[in-house]
């Protein structure tokens, strides 16, 4: 089981990322651009892994009806964000780019503020239910007492 102390800290690290790599689209070189999404998507696949295997499938099946209506809206609105996010990353070599960095400028502020504000969703929404209803702890000592 996982722990809302866990999910929180990992979006904590993956919103300094964004935060930093926006902070950078304009001034920083291509290759070091690439450089942080990369590291970004390495941060959000591990993390989108953890939610698919550990939150939503629990939330989804132990959360009462409005639980679980929450659940499923938000699973419909993260998997076009994750769908964005994944063209995102494709679309976005060094090459891309150097090619048309306003357009990466723009592109970036616009999956960066949607990554943004499904984080603060699911801290202020989503974990909140997943911990009322018993799928995910308090903090990471009691997750590992409960899987151990």
């Known amino acids: 089981m996982v722990s809302i102390e866990r999910l ?3 979006h904590a690290q993956i ?6 790599l926006l902070r950078a689209v304009a ?3 291509p290759t070091m651009l690439r450089t942080m999404i ?9 993390h989108l892994a953890t939610e698919d295997l550990e939150v939503y499938p629990h939330l989804l099946a132990r ?23 994944r063209a995102y990353v494709d679309e976005w070599t060094a090459d891309e780019i150097e090619s048309d960095r306003e357009l990466f400028i723009e592109a970036s502020k616009r999956v960066l503020s949607a990554l943004s504000a499904r984080v603060r969703i699911e801290n202020e929404i989503l974990y909140p ?3 009322s209803c018993g799928t995910i702890t308090l903090r990471e000592a009691n997750a590992r007492m409960v899987a151990g």
């Open 8 to 10: 929180i800290d990992e």
């Open 15 to 20: 919103s300094a990322r964004s935060n930093a």
């Open 27 to 29: 001034t920083e070189s």
């Open 38 to 46: 990369v590291a970004l998507d390495t941060d959000l696949v591990a």
């Open 63 to 85: 959360g009462d009806m409005a639980q679980r209506e929450a659940a499923e809206i938000a699973m419909g609105d993260f998997d076009q964000l994750a769908a964005e996010w």
């Open 129 to 131: 239910l997943a911990l």
